[in-house]
């Protein structure tokens, strides 16, 4: 029985560590090409026009290149920051309308008669508290996760 197990787990691994292996071989081999093509781009551009225009245009390329990336990344934390405010907002309004739902009421009004009013008073001081702490916890661990990681 553990072994079928073990055999699962050893295929799964193997196969994933050949992916890993084969997509850091396809990475190592688009990064020594794109170097290639960096040397000829430079080659090319310092034999037409001097060294000073090769450099710039190798400094050019490489800072939209960045542009680039930093665009992508700022569209994605953007991304990121409003489906978090989408999730937020989904969790608000179920628990609004929780709190309005015929049923919760109906089985409210039940537990208070079936405990009594003079009982259910000192549980409901202590589970206010208690949500009101939650509250305020959940407020300050919020403020601070919304500030960006550096």
């Known amino acids: 029985m553990f072994q079928r197990i073990i055999d699962g787990l050893s295929r799964t691994t193997g196969s994933a560590m050949r992916l890993t292996s084969l997509a850091l071989a396809t990475g190592i081999a688009l990064f020594v090409t794109i170097a290639f093509l960096c040397a000829a781009a430079f080659v090319f551009v310092l034999q037409r026009y001097g060294l000073v225009a090769a450099c710039l245009t190798g400094a050019a390329v490489f800072f ?26 989904a969790a608000k ?6 709190l309005t739902d015929p049923m ?3 089985a ?20 206010g508290l208690a949500l009101g702490l939650m509250a305020s916890r959940a407020g300050t661990s919020r403020d601070v996760s919304s500030e960006p990681a550096e």
């Open 104 to 106: 919760v009421r109906a």
């Open 93 to 98: 309004s179920a628990t609004q309308s929780f």
């Open 64 to 89: 939209i290149v960045t542009l680039i990336g930093a665009g992508f990344y700022m569209a994605h934390r953007t991304r990121l920051e409003r489906e978090a405010a989408q999730a937020a907002e």
């Open 108 to 127: 409210g009004l039940q537990a208070v008669r079936a405990i009594g009013i003079k009982r259910l008073i000192p549980l409901l001081a202590v589970g």
